[in-house]
């Protein structure tokens, strides 16, 4: 009995599993519209420019709450917080199919269910990277927040058939009424499971507590008081990886948004074989997300987070730099998606060295931080909807991939500000 007391249990890595999962149904709620898109404009007659307008709806919102998120997370916990938002956004995903057909008003409902939709999921990856600074050690939050964003690319992978299927069978509401029950059943499930601090779960052992408790000491104190919120708004750090993170988000919306559209109306391939090729850089993701956040692991242990968090981010936004600007001059629609697929699982190898650097540097602001970093990335998001197809339409559609490909290697230089060795947090003096 005593070998078994002392034999790690491994909850946070359940936890970690199921934040991917929660993470994969939020972007299935919010790729879904980039898959339907070509039904509704031709349902409401709206343009692709409108539509676009519609696609920033969802990253404005989602901008606007990171930061009142993250800051709900570290002051109600993230397993009621983000139990909250996916119940949430599993309603405004309903409501988006309930726009009646006819409407007048159209254009300005789906624009605001889908930014209510935003505000909901706002709270997704603050609330995680709040739970992570108090259950993962420092040393396996490559690994976990790899793990995490390879929900991102799952989700995003499965989306275009899963939608494309349903809609074909019956029509494109139907597939948001089957996210919205998705996101109901992984909040409660997450309800079920999670609790905000390990020495709170009943099912922890005593070797696992200690092995959390050793390898998050000193990173961050649980329980103490927020940061204040000009240390935040000074920190070059925090700059450096908001704007890195800018490039990042402006990026990887292009494929989120338009990549199943590029591939049906530029390229001229069918709904359903864009769907299967819409998989491949979404697939790319979510190997990459896992596989960068194990290399950052190894890298650090090696030879220090500056090479392993900093190095291995910049590494994967400049290749992403490359593989985009390349891929959209490519000859055949095959051959674009596969490059391009190559340029977002680059842009995702970086994924776990924002949330694990943004971890250690906000400790009980962790929350706070995080959203605060997100929200560059959202406000790239943004941008990308409703500026993508005005490029197009002016310069042609090789560029907008081309100013992607720039603000990757941005990114990649604004990597060089970083240091991963900072907490901004002071850890508590001995025997307070």
């Known amino acids: 009995m005593e070998h078994e007391a002392a034999r790690p249990s491994h909850i946070r890595w359940t936890l970690v599993v199921w934040i991917a999962v929660v993470g994969a149904i939020s972007f299935l709620d919010r790729v879904n519209i980039s898959i339907a898109g070509h039904a509704i404009t031709q349902e409401f007659h709206l343009t692709n420019p409108q539509l676009g307008w519609v696609f920033s709806a969802f990253s404005l919102g989602y901008m606007l709450f990171q930061i009142p998120g993250g800051w709900l997370a570290d002051r109600f916990g993230p397993r009621k917080i ?72 799952t989700g995003a992978a499965f989306t275009p058939p899963i939608i494309a299927t349903i809609m074909v069978r019956y029509g494109w509401r139907a597939s948001f009424y089957a996210c919205a029950f998705l996101g109901i059943l992984g909040g409660l499930v997450w309800l079920l499971l999670a609790r905000n601090r390990p020495d709170q779960h009943p099912h922890i052992s005593k070797a696992e507590l200690d092995l959390i408790t050793r390898g998050t000491k000193g990173r961050h104190a649980s329980g103490a ?63 990459c997300s896992a596989g960068g956040g194990v290399v950052s692991d190894s890298v650090s242990r090696r030879v220090g987070l500056r090479w392993g968090r900093c190095g291995v981010a910049a590494a994967g936004l400049t290749g992403a730099a490359v593989f985009v600007a390349f891929g959209s001059m490519a000859q055949s629609g095959a051959a674009a998606s596969l490059i391009l697929a190559g340029g977002a699982g680059s842009l995702y190898i970086s994924q776990s060295s924002y949330w694990s650097v943004s971890a250690g540097l ?71």
Request: charged share 10%.
């Open 82 to 153: 983000l139990t909250l938002g996916a119940l949430w956004w599993a309603l405004f995903t309903t409501l988006t199919a309930w726009v009646p057909e006819g409407v007048a008003a159209a254009l300005f409902m789906f624009w605001s269910v889908r930014f209510l939709l935003g505000v909901g999921e706002s709270v997704m990856y603050p609330s995680s990277n709040r739970w992570l600074a108090n259950w993962i050690p420092t040393a396996e939050r490559g690994v976990a927040n790899g793990i995490i964003f390879a929900g991102v690319g």
């Open 225 to 287: 008081p927020p940061l204040p919120w000009l240390t935040l708004f000074t920190s070059k750090d925090v700059w450096a990886l908001t704007f890195s993170y800018f490039c990042y988000g402006y990026t990887a919306y292009i494929f989120f948004a338009w990549f199943f559209i590029y591939l049906t109306t530029v390229r001229g391939l069918d709904v359903r074989t864009s769907s299967y090729y819409t998989m491949l850089p979404f697939a790319a993701m979510a190997v």
């Open 362 to 432: 906000g400790g009980s602001s962790s929350g706070s931080l995080s959203g605060m970093m997100n929200m560059g990335a959202q406000s790239g998001s943004a941008i990308t909807a409703v500026l993508t197809p005005v490029i197009a339409a002016r310069l042609g559609w090789t560029w907008p991939f081309l100013v992607a490909g720039a603000l990757c290697a941005l990114g990649a230089l604004a990597w060089l500000i970083v240091d991963p060795d900072r907490t901004l947090q002071e850890p508590p003096a001995a025997g307070a």
